[in-house]
């Protein structure tokens, strides 16, 4: 292990680490200066010990930032999490070879293993965690329209294995890896509606912080028209919008309580440095 890659991994793991813990004990809120200096140091590291990937990792950087910044607006992430995944991707920007497996990674860019990861511990973390841990009556019970939906997308993941299996053939891994991925998705798809319930605190306007975001899929249509007359109404609490509704005494649902993402990058981050990019057990 050379002093390039044992530097690399010390700052990605405390970067990573950092992150996470403002996302638990400080209300999921990244100090701008935090944010901004995890960047900074991500393109030292770059420009340091990357020299031979500096343009991948440039590039990759902006596509992760630029993307990162349109999710934000939308409303679907904090901006936190964008800055995180830019710091990752200029810390260290190929997929090391794994500690576990010895399969190829392809030269794939590590912030794409770590994506996919991220991805992988959040399906499972999410429904066990809000429906099993939080304890308190349930609110919604599926119907059959979630029932339906969870079973269509069981069947597309089991038309995805039968696809892999024409043209790749058989594997335990294969298959155990889509059930991995198919049981605990469909089962977030069927209880949505209670998991997004207990991550949502109902609150007035004037006690949004600017960053929060707003469960637009537990507003009726007419809250949604209501709520439209203010400038700047959307996903995202921004400070204009908190101004322009500071006086409005109907609440909002925000997402007071929801998943830490920068956990689950943490993991994905451990799992990809063990296991590498995860999809390439498929193939």
Same mark, same amino acid.
């Given at each position: 292990m050379d002093? +390039?890659? =044992?530097v690399?991994?010390l700052?990605l793991?405390?970067i990573?680490? $950092?992150?996470a813990a403002f996302?638990?004990f400080? %209300?999921?809120n990244?100090?701008?200066?935090?944010? !901004?200096?995890?960047v900074?140091?991500g393109?030292i590291?770059?420009?340091?010990?990357?020299?031979?990937?500096?343009?991948?990792?440039?590039?990759?950087?902006?596509v992760?930032?630029?993307i +990162? !910044?349109?999710i !934000? *607006?939308? +409303?679907?992430w +904090?901006?936190g999490? #964008?800055?995180?995944?830019m710091a990752?991707?200029?810390?260290?920007?190929v997929q090391?070879?794994?500690?576990?497996t010895?399969?190829?990674?392809?030269?794939?860019p @590590?912030?794409?293993?770590v994506f996919?990861?991220?991805?992988?511990a959040?399906?499972?973390?999410?429904?066990? !965690?809000?429906?099993l841990?939080?304890?308190r009556?349930? *609110?919604?019970?599926?119907?059959l329209k979630h029932?339906?939906?969870?079973?269509?997308?069981f069947?597309?993941y089991?038309a995805? @294995?039968? @696809?892999?299996?024409?043209f #790749?053939?058989f594997?335990?891994d294969?298959?155990a890896?889509?059930?991995?991925?198919?049981v605990?998705s469909a089962?977030?798809l069927v209880f949505e509606?209670?998991?997004t319930s207990r991550?949502?605190s109902?609150?007035?306007p &004037?006690?949004?912080d600017e960053g929060d975001?707003?469960?637009?899929n537990?507003l009726s249509? &007419?809250e949604?028209r209501?709520?439209?007359? #203010?400038?700047?109404?959307g *996903?995202l609490? =921004? %400070?204009k919008?908190?101004g322009? $509704?500071?006086?409005? %005494?109907a %609440?909002l649902p925000?997402y *007071?309580?929801?998943?830490p993402l920068?956990? @689950?990058i943490?993991i994905g981050?451990?799992l990809?440095?063990?296991l590498g990019?995860?999809v390439?057990?498929?193939?």
């Amino acid at each position: 292990m050379d002093l +390039g890659f =044992t530097v690399s991994l010390l700052v990605l793991v405390a970067i990573a680490v $950092m992150y996470a813990a403002f996302d638990l004990f400080n %209300k999921r809120n990244v100090p701008d200066i935090f944010a !901004y200096a995890s960047v900074v140091v991500g393109i030292i590291i770059t420009l340091a010990f990357h020299q031979s990937d500096l343009t991948l990792s440039l590039v990759v950087a902006a596509v992760v930032g630029s993307i +990162g !910044y349109v999710i !934000y *607006r939308l +409303g679907l992430w +904090g901006a936190g999490d #964008y800055f995180e995944l830019m710091a990752i991707s200029l810390v260290l920007p190929v997929q090391p070879v794994p500690t576990l497996t010895s399969t190829a990674q392809l030269g794939l860019p @590590f912030i794409l293993s770590v994506f996919v990861a991220t991805g992988f511990a959040a399906i499972w973390i999410v429904p066990v !965690y809000y429906l099993l841990f939080i304890h308190r009556p349930w *609110r919604m019970k599926p119907d059959l329209k979630h029932l339906s939906y969870g079973f269509s997308l069981f069947l597309l993941y089991v038309a995805l @294995f039968m @696809f892999i299996y024409y043209f #790749y053939g058989f594997s335990v891994d294969r298959i155990a890896l889509i059930m991995l991925v198919a049981v605990p998705s469909a089962i977030t798809l069927v209880f949505e509606e209670e998991i997004t319930s207990r991550m949502v605190s109902k609150i007035y306007p &004037r006690q949004l912080d600017e960053g929060d975001i707003i469960a637009f899929n537990m507003l009726s249509m &007419r809250e949604i028209r209501y709520f439209s007359k #203010y400038r700047g109404f959307g *996903r995202l609490a =921004t %400070k204009k919008l908190i101004g322009n $509704m500071r006086n409005v %005494k109907a %609440k909002l649902p925000v997402y *007071r309580n929801a998943a830490p993402l920068a956990v @689950f990058i943490l993991i994905g981050m451990i799992l990809s440095l063990l296991l590498g990019n995860i999809v390439l057990f498929i193939v």
